[in-house]
């Protein structure tokens, strides 16, 4: 299938892209790995020239990427304004700390001296994902060429406009040729990119599913993988939580992005002294959300990024309630034109109950009654997943308690503030391995070297 940018509010096709053929996949590696041969011996300094260039220019032109993310995925607009400034940042953020991360370290052996020194691997094979079509490649791209690697990205084929878009801003920023270079090919071609002996790491955000064959395709090659993958993340509410700041959290952390984002709060489970009312405040204001065209800065409920996305939550929806569910609200397509759909809550899941296990990639919230400290923590814990979580209590103690016991990447007390660029992204189970941002985010491609020196005579 080619690479379609469709228009979510509208349904129309905006522009077709064909598969790159087998003589460009071949010429786009080969470019990459002469370019390599050459950024690998530039300084910080000169790197840091080019990457915080091009965020310049990311900021500057904020507004037009971010209509593109509108027009291709249904990003509300304030939204992908956000998402592009933030990706700006981060690649600003690199710029300035790259060379600290990466400096080398002192150790204090017996006898001698020796240090741990850092050197990029190479080409990097990066497949990316459409909910944050600009974001998730900068926090791939800030961290990977200031480490002096160079990256061939494949991004996701509903956001072919985004993923040109950025491929130019690395050359206006006045990267050499193949340091950031866009691949429009399909997953068959992508077998081929991870086979290619000058591929020496393999970076996926995505599905469970996609990780799964990305990384036993990388582990065969035995080339260095990290996985971001789904989430479906514990929203833990307990009794002496404020509600007044709680429940602003409850729906942006399930609506944000149009509830299309691997850590969204998706499992609500709530102590059942204040659950009556918790729900009747969270229905509430999830029902003045306004539905309408995502370019309108008055829309607060967006269409899904895909028809074929709408289409697989319904039936996530329907047998959810085949097997038990019961909807409290929602739970169908909205009447109007685009792929939009109610906003959802559905309770009295079973254990049985697929949907128990299943992430909700969308605007469903999971809702959960629990008797103690010990019944919320233990629901959150059950879970095929492990990317996030959050807690919400007026006493921070009592949140990091349960924090410390809830198995996952990340925890939040009192917040949903899922990303900082000094702040390390990544998850456990089947939500991943490897950490994006801050110093981590860095460390994952690189070789760490001992270099040992000492004047003692060799034992014997």
Known sequence: ????????????????????????????????????????????????????????????????????????????INEARAEVKFSAA??????????????????????????????????????????????QLARVAGPQL??????????????????????????DAGAPL??????????????????????????????????????????????????????????IVLDDADMDKTIPWAVWGRMYNGGQTCCAAKRFIVLESIADEFITKFQQALSGLTPGDPMDESTTHGPLSSEAALLQLIKQVEVAVEHGARVLMGGKRLDRPGSFMEVTILTDIKPDNPAF???????VVSFYRVKDEAAAIALANDSDFGLGGSVFTKDPARGQAIASQVDTGMMFINNLDWAD?????????????????????????VNKKLVRTTDGTAPG
């Open 1 to 76: 299938m080619s690479y379609q940018s469709i228009n979510p509010y509208t349904g129309k096709t905006l522009k077709t892209f064909e598969h790159s053929s087998t003589t460009q996949l071949q010429q786009s590696l080969a470019t990459a790995d002469s370019c390599f041969s050459v950024w690998k011996h530039t300084s910080f300094k000169e790197r840091a020239a080019i990457v915080a260039r091009a965020a310049q220019l990311l900021h500057a032109q904020f507004d037009d990427f971010a209509r593109l993310a509108t027009l291709e995925m249904g990003k509300l």
């Open 146 to 171: 200031m480490a002096g690697n160079v990256i061939v990205v494949k991004h996701a084929a509903c956001v072919p406009q985004c993923a040109i878009a950025f491929e130019k801003l690395w050359i």
């Open 90 to 135: 981060i690649l600003a953020y690199y710029a300035e700390h790259a060379e600290s991360f990466l400096k080398p370290v002192k150790l204090n052996p017996k006898s001698g001296q020796a240090h741990m020194e850092c050197s990029p691997l190479g080409v990097l094979f990066c497949v990316e994902p459409w909910n944050f079509p600009f974001y």
């Open 421 to 445: 660029a000094d702040l390390p992204f990544g998850g456990i189970k089947n939500s991943g391995y490897g950490r994006e941002l801050g110093d981590m985010g860095i460390q994952e491609f």
């Open 357 to 363: 296990r299943d992430e909700f990639f969308g605007p």
């Open 178 to 235: 193949g340091a950031y270079t866009n691949l429009l090919i399909s997953y068959e071609q992508s077998n081929i990119v991870i086979d290619d002996p000058r591929i020496k790491g393999v970076a996926l955000t995505g599905s469970v599913t996609a990780g799964r064959a990305v990384a036993a395709r990388a582990g065969q090659n035995l080339k260095k993988s990290t996985m971001e993958l789904g989430g479906s993340d514990a929203f």
